[in-house]
């Protein structure tokens, strides 16, 4: 079994037993079969993205609640030591800093933008928050019919299960730190 699906294996049934949950619940949760999730647990199959999805939505947890190592007692972190997530043929770089876990609510990541580089946001669970904040360059987030352009040393928070484009609109690359909030 691969280092991936031990982990999703291991979070899997972690979260579940957290939550008190049979794997009978959890399939009415998830739409996922319970011998589908049974195998999941065991690490025997290679679940596809939108099967950590389902359990995603269904658990109400990140999918990075099922992609996250252990916590150490300390941890050193940054973004020499994390692959970003990236697009806008890579224009623009998510670092994810410190992933969510169990008993902590929240994600943290580093963010570059390159001069024109644009994000759609992926939705989020109900509920949830982002707060940003600005260390260089100037991004606007635009919200269906309003932007907000924030500028070097600006911070803000939104709701992030509203649909929402993340965009360079200056001259200079735009540097950030994102802190997502997960409801209880």
Known sequence: MDHLNQLIAENLKEIRKGKGLSLEQVSSLTSISKSM?????????NPTIST???????????????????PMPFCRTGKREVA????????YRLYPIFNF??????EIFDLEFDEG????????????????TVYSGE????FKDKE????????????????????????????ANIVVHYPN
């Open 148 to 175: 907000y352009a924030l500028k070097a040393g600006d911070s803000a928070s939104y709701n992030a299960f509203d649909e929402y484009i993340y965009k360079n609109t200056g001259k200079e690359m735009v540097t």
């Open 84 to 91: 970003p997530l990236t697009g806008d043929d890579g224009r």
């Open 101 to 106: 876990r169990n008993g902590q609510d929240f």
């Open 117 to 132: 580089g644009m994000m759609q946001a992926n939705r989020q669970m109900n509920g949830t928050r982002e707060f940003i």
């Open 139 to 142: 991004l606007t987030l635009i």
């Open 37 to 45: 999730l049974s195998q999941l647990e065991r690490g025997e199959v």
């Open 52 to 70: 950590v999805y389902k359990l995603s939505l269904g658990l109400k947890v990140p999918v990075t609640a099922f992609t996250t190592d252990k």
